[in-house]
């Protein structure tokens, strides 16, 4: 699998930005997807998941009303909504297929391609 994740930027506190994570692969549909973050200095975080059916969702307590994951079997595809950011949400951001769904842990797949930047400036 190969993951490409786009979307991130600099933005001001309160503002929006819609992350997007292309995956490669036939099987795609068939794996719930993750959003992690990675802050510098700090260990790498879950941030949310999507269960491959149902679109069952799940979320950081840190995002959870402010973060919004989506998925488009169609095109590959994982997003992020985020609104109302903080300063504190800036991070690498990087989208992993889960191995492991046990809320509130999630076990990502080893598979975690190019991430992108969010930085939320105060």
């Known amino acids: 699998v190969q993951l490409q994740a786009s979307g991130g930027g600099l933005v001001q506190a309160g503002g929006s930005l819609r992350l997007s994570c292309a995956a490669s692969?036939?099987?795609?549909?068939?794996?719930?997807m993750g959003w992690f973050r990675q802050a510098p200095g700090k260990e790498r975080e879950f941030v949310s998941a999507?269960?491959?059916?149902?679109?069952?969702?799940y979320y950081a307590d840190s995002v959870k009303g402010r973060f919004t994951i989506s998925r488009d079997n169609a095109k590959n595809t994982v997003f992020l909504q985020m609104n109302s950011l903080k300063p504190e949400d800036t991070a690498v951001y990087y989208c992993?297929?889960?191995?492991?769904?046990?809320?509130?842990?999630?076990?990502?797949?080893?598979?975690w391609g190019q991430g992108t930047q969010v930085t939320v400036s105060s």
């Open positions: 692969g036939r099987t795609f549909s068939s794996y719930s």
């Open positions: 999507i269960y491959w059916r149902f679109g069952t969702t």
């Open positions: 992993a297929p889960i191995e492991v769904w046990s809320p509130p842990d999630f076990k990502p797949y080893d598979y």
